[in-house]
């Protein structure tokens, strides 16, 4: 098969949309090598993305109206590399692919910007329902990374059950790879990491609930609390409760650490919290638990998809509940390596090879439906 993907984010984004492009393309490059792979990219970023071989990259000849080629005149580029299949890795599909018997694919990671249409702007809003709205009209087929994204496209949109597949998502090979002493001894050096902390990894944003995690920890004692995430202006409302209850000496913030960084500062956690209220999938749960380290989530959207039976959730509005589960995986070492165990076990369900199988099968029969 001649597969190309749009890989805008996959080259120029270092987080979220841009870890699902390059995980996706590596993982089928590596497991699924029969076919041919060509990355389309309105341009590229130095030091983001060099994509294993024998992956080839598109850009359109002229640097201007980038945004254009993208939306639609890449279709002409598409048929001129007798592209097979199309496929939108992040919510869009070009104007027009439906009329080259070109066929496509399009994965759907979320539908944020309905759920909590506070968190965005009127016209963002408009934008992203109008391109997300045309390319599950035209796909041949959607792939929603969670069963709670498939719930939402057919409940929000309309969208036939029968033209969503399920295909979840992996994260970075590097989380399951134990990291050395000396590693893991310079990454708490550079950063001064306490000998045990608990650990909240994203974006400090409201959805992602960090006060929640922040006044149930404010209940426990003798422990730090390490938040890695960019900072937004929801910080100041979190820094505000923590300066209030005098906790400024026990909360440490982490804004800029490199992602190769990261496994390292996991695999040192004594547990991990994530109370967000709604994740298209929640890749940081996966992160923590191919790192070995017991996570507790939030109810309401997918994380239970990411973290399996064996890890703990909370109401994302209850802070007691929250505060017992700390408490349970801080004073119950048994319970605590459980966690661990079937945590690792569980995170096998979403190895490299089984998905990117998942995915080259989809092409299969997309391509036979032809």
């Known amino acids: 098969m001649r597969i190309g993907f749009d890989t805008k984010r996959g080259f120029l984004n270092r987080t979220g949309l841009g870890n699902y492009s390059r995980w996706l393309i590596n993982a089928l490059v590596k497991y699924q090598p029969a076919n041919q792979y060509l990355l389309y990219t309105p341009k590229v ?11 080839q990259t598109r850009t359109p000849k002229s640097k201007f109206f980038t945004s254009k080629w993208r939306s639609s005149g890449i279709v002409k580029d598409l048929k001129r590399d007798d592209v097979e299949l199309y496929h939108g890795l992040s919510h869009e599909l070009p104007i027009g692919i439906n009329k080259t018997g070109i066929k496509s694919v399009v994965t759907v990671h979320d539908l944020i910007f309905m759920r909590f249409p506070q968190y965005f702007g009127r016209i963002n809003r408009w934008i992203y329902r109008n391109k997300l709205v045309h390319a599950c009209r035209v796909a041949d087929k959607i792939i929603a990374i969670s069963q709670k994204t498939k719930d939402d496209l057919i409940e929000l949109l309309g969208t036939s059950p029968d033209k969503i597949e399920v295909i979840y998502q992996s994260c970075d090979d590097s989380f399951r790879k134990p990291q050395s002493a000396e590693q893991k001894q310079a990454v708490k050096t550079k950063y001064n990491l306490p000998n045990q902390y608990l650990l909240n990894v994203g974006t400090i944003e409201p959805r992602k609930n960090l006060l929640l995690a922040v006044k149930a920890f404010a209940q426990t004692e003798d422990i730090k609390l390490v938040v890695v995430g960019k900072p937004t202006a929801y910080l100041d409302e979190v820094k505000t409760y923590i300066n209030q209850n005098d906790l400024a000496d026990r909360v440490i913030f982490l804004h800029q650490v490199q992602f190769h960084e990261l496994p390292a500062i996991y695999q040192q956690a004594i547990c991990f919290i994530y109370p967000s209220r709604y994740e298209g999938f929640g890749i940081p749960i996966l992160e923590a638990l ?10 309401g959207s997918c994380l239970e998809e990411a973290g399996g039976p064996d890890s703990l959730y909370t109401d994302p509005d209850n802070e007691f509940q929250l505060a017992g589960h700390i408490h349970r995986v801080l004073t119950d070492e048994s319970l605590r390596q459980n966690m661990i165990a079937q945590g690792l076990q569980y995170s096998l369900n979403f190895a490299d090879d089984k998905l990117a199988a998942q995915h080259a099968e989809l092409y299969k029969k997309v391509l036979n439906n032809a």
């Open 290 to 299: 191919s790192s070995g380290v017991p996570v507790i989530g939030a109810t």
């Open 45 to 55: 970023k130095p030091g983001i993305y060099s994509p294993d071989q024998p992956t």
